[in-house]
């Protein structure tokens, strides 16, 4: 058995797995053709697209989940990436589309920046090789991503968040 999965963040993406030594040169070949070859079906698409509104609706009805939006919306300024949230809302979830998410991969994903740890029962000499053969002439480099500064608060906030029902 083995596993392969998929996370990402404000900042970054990563894969992981964990296989057997063995079935490293496997998994390896998998993890390459993900990172290289993401193929965006229309179906997982609207799949993903459903589940993520779904998840945005449950958020509006946590009190933690809105109080910490709302903190993050105080004290970043408008459209200050940090003070959206990464899981996206309602509209502009409901408006990616597959080529926007082709796009977004062609520009962004690349190797550039790129930590690959391997640990385990392995031969150094073969891992290197073997990753050479999978992602050795992989190339492109991401645009660097410049952070807003953020003026210092001045004065005391207050943002109300209210929720119907909710204590």
Not at 1 to 13: D, I, K, Y
Not at 47 to 75: H, P
Not at 131 to 136: E, F, K, P, R
Request: hydrophobic share 35%; with cysteine.
């Amino acid at each position: 058995g083995a596993s392969l999965g998929v996370g990402s963040g404000m900042h970054l993406t990563d894969f992981g797995g964990k296989c057997l030594s063995e079935d490293f040169p496997m998994l390896l070949d998998v993890l390459s053709d993900v990172l290289r070859h993401p193929t965006f079906p229309e179906e997982h698409i609207e799949l993903v697209r459903n589940q993520k509104l779904v998840g945005i609706q449950e958020r509006y009805q946590d009190t933690g989940r809105v109080a910490s939006m709302g903190f993050y919306e105080q004290i970043y300024e408008d459209e200050h990436r940090y003070g959206r949230t990464v899981g996206g809302y309602m509209e502009s979830v409901s408006a990616i589309q597959q080529a926007d998410m082709i796009d977004f991969y062609q520009q962004r994903y690349t190797p550039n920046g790129a930590v690959l740890v391997v640990v385990g029962d392995i031969q150094t000499d073969a891992v290197i090789e073997q990753v050479q053969q999978h992602l050795g002439d992989w190339q492109g480099a991401a645009p660097e991503q410049e952070v807003p500064d953020v003026a210092p608060l001045d004065r005391i906030q207050t943002k109300m968040c209210p929720l119907p029902g909710k204590a």
